[in-house]
């Protein structure tokens, strides 16, 4: 299933996701919101070519860390989920034009909203 670009798999009760979600390389939305997920395996950074993240409404404690190498990404909603902080490097994502993080209560100001927004991408909070 290489090549495939676009999976929809939101409200349902997944409460995990495989490792080997990462083996879908040619991957360019991926749409969980309104599931059951608390975390995503570090194999989602193997999305390469991944745009489109759409995790809204999950009770996700933390995001992996590889979420960082998906550069290809424009567009994280994050809306609504239990996320304390935000990985590393975020920032740093190159092609991230919204990043949706409304009804989130972070435990600390996020120090990437800051660059984000210089380099005009929107910020939602």
Do not use: Q, Y
Not at 3 to 8: G, I, Q, S, V
Not at 38 to 55: A, F, I, K, M, Q
Not at 97 to 103: F, G, H, P, T, V
């Amino acid at each position: 299933m290489t090549a495939l670009h676009e999976l929809r798999i939101h409200d349902n009760r997944l409460t995990t996701l495989p490792e080997t979600i990462g083996r879908l390389t040619g991957l360019r939305e991926l749409h969980l919101r309104n599931n059951r997920l608390t975390g995503l395996p570090e194999s989602l950074g193997g999305l390469r070519v991944l745009r489109h993240l759409d995790l809204r409404g999950n009770p996700l404690e933390r995001l992996p860390d590889s979420v960082v190498r998906l550069t290809e990404l424009t567009h994280l909603d994050l809306r609504a989920t239990s996320l304390a902080t935000l990985p590393d490097g975020l920032a740093e994502l190159p092609r991230l034009e919204k990043l949706d993080l409304r009804w989130v209560k972070f435990e600390e100001p996020l120090a990437c909203v800051g660059p984000l927004r210089e380099r005009g991408c929107v910020v939602l909070l």
